[in-house]
T-cell receptor
């Protein structure tokens, strides 16, 4: 009964390849996020979707493309992978978009996908 | 300068010690403050959520916010080996769709 799940857990691939990471949440939340955590543990938001609509789109290369087929899923597709893309990617969800209105916007994180680009 | 500064540690303490973890921030518009705990190879999980200056206590954990100094702290009393993890402070503005801004995280090791 995992709340936020991601697949795969580990992903090792060659430079130049295209790969996807999938995320699913069973919490009934309306908002989902993708974060990147680098080797120094710095966690930075990439995208956020609310009811399948993109609401936060940080300055990330356009090789990264999120897709939300429904409220419970948010996938991340990465084209032409580069060495610098190696990191842990976390998916998260919250009941409402993060706006500081209270515990309803608490973000629940998945276990992460460790991407290594060789 | 990063918006949120946090000493990455590592911090090593004996079991039973009082631990103090801190973050400073530069944007005085931040109003909501959180502490997340992240065990190795796991996703972050929310520990404490505070708004405005003052203290908030939850069991062995106390979160403190000093907006005048742009400084937040997390205190852990009677620390246990199970508290060994990375602690990330996080904060955001209010209103609209806002990004949660994280500190770099402090790695804590509590040894028996």
């Amino acid at each position: 009964d995992t709340a936020v799940s991601q697949t795969p857990k580990y992903l090792v691939t060659q430079m130049g390849n295209d790969k996807s990471i999938k995320c699913e949440q069973n919490l009934g939340h309306d908002t989902m996020y993708w974060y990147k955590q680098d080797s120094k543990k710095f966690l930075k938001i990439m995208f956020s979707y609310n009811n399948k609509e993109l609401i936060i789109n940080e300055t990330v290369p356009n090789r990264f493309s999120p897709k939300s087929p429904d409220k419970a899923h948010l996938n991340l597709h990465i084209n032409s992978l580069e060495l610098g893309d190696s990191a842990v990617y976390f998916c998260a969800s919250s009941q409402v978009p993060s706006s500081g209105r209270g515990r309803t916007d608490t973000q629940y994180f998945g276990p992460g996908t460790r991407l290594t680009v060789l | 300068q990063k918006e949120v500064e946090q000493d990455p540690g590592p911090l090593s303490v004996p079991e039973g010690a009082i631990v103090s973890l801190n973050c400073t921030y530069s944007n005085s518009a931040f109003q909501y403050f959180m502490w997340y705990r992240q065990y190795s190879r796991k996703g972050p999980e929310l520990l404490m959520y505070t708004y405005s200056s003052g203290n908030k206590e939850d069991g062995r954990f106390t979160a403190q916010v000093d907006k005048s100094s742009k400084y937040i702290s997390l205190f852990i009393r009677d620390s246990q080996p199970s508290d060994s993890a990375t602690y990330l402070c996080a904060m955001y503005l209010s209103g609209g769709y806002n990004k949660l801004i994280f500190g770099a995280g402090t790695r804590l090791a509590v040894h028996p």
